[in-house]
């Protein structure tokens, strides 16, 4: 039998149509000319698209990919968000409103694949001048807020540059649970895991690098 396909064509030379036939080596093609996108609409309603330079994109907020039909015993198996990007970190006294250090420079890139969020941190040569010694010190401008979570969980990373601190030791960064800030524990063997003040910060010295992974 023949080649069997279907056509929209237009009026002119562009067209847009589905052609299930025997071109590009027997392929079931749907070509879009011109550069428009690809819409897939459900119950008259847009809820993908392929767009001119062929990427996928999903319409909806909260809408993604569904991995339900494969074995597993999650609450969720919908892979619904992907983005990644750059904040500032600020190292201040308090979560909001306090006193910040002036830095030589401070980098923060971040990657969040569905509720999992990966930051990387490098504040280099903090100067704390001007803040209060005796005050927790934190790392704000998060791009997320961690997602709170029963038990009271809390992130941690290794955290680069213990050696620069006032007091040499294991140094980790830390994300509690429904926060946007990372605030920094001394891990002492044999001792107590305290959150660390801003006078452990050696001025003009302490570089902060770490990266660590949180739900949000």
Known sequence: AG????????????????DFGQSFGGSGIINVRDNHPLLIFTNGAETWRFDAAGNLKVKNSGNGIDFSATAGTGTSELLDDYEEGTF????????????????????????????????????????TTGLTATNNVYITGLPFSAFSLAGGIYYTAPLAGGGNF????????????NTSYMTILKA?????????KVSA?????????????YFA
């Open 88 to 127: 500032t970190p600020v190292l201040a006294d308090a979560t909001s409103g306090g006193n910040e250090a002036s830095v030589l420079s401070a980098y923060g890139y971040y990657t969040k694949v569905g509720r999992v969020v990966t930051v990387t941190i490098s504040i280099t040569n903090p100067n």
């Open 3 to 18: 080649n069997t396909y279907v056509r929209v064509k237009s009026t002119t030379s562009a067209f847009t149509g589905v």
């Open 166 to 177: 006032a007091t040499a030791g294991t140094y980790l960064g830390s994300v509690g649970d």
């Open 188 to 196: 002492d063997f044999g001792g107590p895991t305290t959150f660390q």
């Open 201 to 213: 910060i050696n001025t003009g010295v302490t570089d902060i690098v770490t990266s660590l992974s």
